[in-house]
């Protein structure tokens, strides 16, 4: 059947627009094809004038998964939405969500599959925007023996050292709280496209499993360097009700904090994933 979307990319590597189709309401088989489809073409979608009501959003991600309740919500909740993580960043932050390169919650034994934010508040003198790198593109750059070499290894990612400095700066730090720390691959194998790519973030990844400490601290400082090159990388420039749907199985994104003491809000959904291979 013929589709109306209309799907624009901003990258050759990396993101593409999509158009034509209303995200309030449920998707058709067809529309549901395309989404997914672009999603593993592109890394990252985005769709703009998206005004949706909380649960609209929610049942929009769970046309693709179960939904993930954050491990630190307690700090980014929104009262009786276990599933929504409140993007609220004005003039009392100390610190802002994803404000460094990450994937989301890869301290999880399963990490999330996907997010879908929407903002609804943009800070109105512009900044904010959310940026995104191919972590396909950046394991191609890698030399062969590189690749040989980091394919053999796993890493710790740890929830505690991040959650931990957020919730002491907005002084609600519980030393009874467990935050969870799992190991994955260094490299992982798209469960959809097949693809490799590098799956190590500075937000998370502390030590690489098997390398003694300074060994370990050079390949992850030349990792974090690699990773964050502007050539894997596209930018999203938010208007209030885009909405942006990133896979965080083979994306980065890093929220840009340049906008204090301005206020940005909106909502984020989370979509569950499995174990990286
Ligand atoms: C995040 O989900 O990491 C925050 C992204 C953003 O605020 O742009």
């Not at 993580?85 to 599959?113: A, F, K």
């Not at 931990?164 to 496209?193: L, S």
Request: with cysteine.
């Amino acid at each position: 059947m013929a589709t109306a979307l209309d799907i624009k990319p901003v990258t050759p590597l990396i993101g593409a627009e999509i158009s034509g189709v209303d995200l309030s309401k449920p998707l058709s088989d067809n529309e549901l094809g395309v989404v997914k489809q672009a999603l593993r073409d592109h890394l990252v979608i985005f769709f703009r004038d998206q005004d949706m009501t909380v649960d609209q959003q929610k049942d929009f991600g769970r046309q693709f998964g179960d939904l993930h309740i954050h491990p630190a919500r307690d700090r980014n909740g929104l009262e009786g939405h276990p599933e929504i993580l409140y993007i609220n960043n004005g003039p009392n932050s100390s610190r802002v969500n994803g404000d460094e390169w990450h994937t989301d919650v890869s301290c999880d034994p399963e990490p999330p599959m996907g997010s879908i934010l929407r903002l609804f508040e943009i800070p109105p003198s512009g900044g904010g925007d959310t940026l995104f790198a191919s972590m396909y593109a950046a394991y191609d750059a890698l030399s062969e023996p590189m690749k040989a070499f980091l394919g053999g290894l796993s890493a710790v990612h740890d929830g505690g050292p991040n959650y931990i400095d957020r919730a002491k700066r907005a002084g609600i730090y519980d030393p009874t709280k467990v935050f969870p720390a799992n190991e994955h691959p260094v490299i992982r194998t798209h469960p959809e496209t097949g693809k490799k790519s590098i799956y190590v973030n500075k937000i998370f990844t502390q030590h690489i499993v098997g390398l003694p400490k300074d060994e370990s601290r050079a390949i992850l400082d030349f990792l974090f360097q690699h990773i964050a090159k502007p050539n894997f990388q596209c930018r999203f420039k938010w208007e209030e009700h885009s909405v942006a749907f990133w896979d965080n199985r083979c994306a980065l994104h890093h929220a840009m904090w340049d906008y204090y003491p301005e206020v940005r809000r909106g909502y984020r959904v989370t979509i569950k994933g499995d174990k990286p291979v």
